[in-house]
Structures are given as C-alpha cells and as structure tokens.
C-alpha cells in the first residue's frame, strides 16, 4: 500500500470519528449543554452508552437503528452525518493532499455541515461558528497571499454580508419580514473571507441556484401544509427573482430591467428595516453550504 493510500485511510477512519463528534456538537448547541459533558446517554431511557455503542456508523448497523436499553429509534442523523463528514474529509486531501490547505478546508466543512444540520432540523445557527469561519479564513488568506490576501478577505467579509443582508431584508417589500434569518448574513460573510471579494459573488449565485433546486420546493411544500400562504407566496416570487435574475445575465434588456427592479426594491427594503417581528425564513444555509462545497472541489 502507497503513502498516500494508507492516509486516506486514516483520513476517512478520522473523518468518522469526527463526525460522531459532531452529532453530539449539532444535538447540543440546539439544547445549550456543555459540548465535553455530561458523557453521551440515549435521550428516550437516560441510559448512559457503552464505548461500543458509540463506534461510528458500525454501532448504528449492529445495534440494528435502536437503543441498546429500551429499544427506542436512533436516529438516522446519526450515521448520515459520520459518512458525510467520512466523505467530505476524503475529498479534501484527495484534493489537497499533505498541506495546510487540506486542515483549513477540513475545517470550513466541518463548520458547514452542523450548521446546516442545526438549520435543517431546528432553523438555529450558531453565528460563533460562522465568525470563527470568517477569522480563519482571513489567517488562510493571509498565509496563502500575504497582506493582499488579507486584503481580498476582509472585503469578501463585507461583500458577502452586504448581499445576503439585501436579499434577506427584501423580505419586508413582499410580507414585512427578512427573508432569510441573521445567521445566513454571518455564513455568507464567513464564505467571503474563504473565497476572497473576487469569487464570494460567483458562490452566493451558486447557492441561489441550490435553493432553487431543493430548497425551496422542500421549504414550499412544508409550508403548504401548514397552510402558510403569505410566506408561500414571497418564495415564489423570490424564485421568479432568481430566475429573471439568471436570465438577465444572458439580455442586456433584462439586465436594464434588473437594475431599475433593484432600485425600486432598495428603497422600499431601506424604508421597511424595522418592521415586525414575524419569522419565517427559508432555510439558506444548507444552499450556502452546497454552494461553497461545489466551488472548493470544482472550481476553487
Ligand atoms: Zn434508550
């Protein structure tokens, strides 16, 4: 066996070991408690687990998806997110290999799936996560091109927040609420200081186009069901935004049409800032994630 095969082994052996850290980082900045204490326990019986009922994955098949005391569903959160964090820490050193690269990319991964976790289950966010992201990603900059690079990050940051915090308040010209919550303006930032001011625009496009593919039919028909007609009717005509948007990328006519659209919506976005209170946000984050993915293994 080559070098580099036995370290994607180990690789992947980490990544599953992380990942089942970070069920329990997802389950409990959700309730609040202590991330090191108390020892893991089954949340139906109080049960504390045995070391071998806590083996990434291997546990979840042996133990046939039910708690080893009382039988209760485990649930199957817990073996997606070890194969995805298995796969996600895979890729990054089939891409990156033995560099310093490999760790911060392993990080900002690591960083987007429990938020993503958090947003999808709860739509809760840890924005400490998102800004230990954006610092990190200014140090990554600052290593890889010096003060430019810095440069190019610290503007990312602003660039980044500045979109998200316009498309979310374009919220209170349709249904007087932000579209999406604060913590999608903290992750944007985030992917701003990773991709520099240059590629942060590209990324956010890319997570536009992700929200349309799965998260909004996801978010519309939950909503429907819980007969929730005003926030239906503002994604819909956020998605037809985001469709006469690409296609006026491609027609200058559209394009003039955009700007003038933009203008109108700035205003009326800047008169409604404090408006009411009422929450109901698409969940943004998994978009932003799947997005800063695609451009770090595709593109990056
Ligand atoms: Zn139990």
Redesign the pocket.
Known sequence: MDLNTYLMFWVCVFGLCFGSFYNVVILRSLSGESIIFPPS???????RLKPWHNIPVLSYIFLKGK??????KISIQYPIIELLTMVLFGLSFWKYGISYSTLFVIFWLSCLLIMTATDVKEKLVDCNIAIAMAISGVVYAGLAGGWHGVLHSVLGICAGALIMELIARAGFVFAKTRAMGEADTYVAGALGAMFGIFNIVKVLLISLFASMCFIIPVFLYNKYKADDKPTCIMSIIFTTMVITFYSGLQNYWTLALLAVTGLLLAYFVLKGIDSTEKRNYLPYVPALAAAAIYYIFFIF
């Open positions: 326990k089954c949340p139906k019986c109080g049960n708690c080893y005391f009382c039988k209760e």
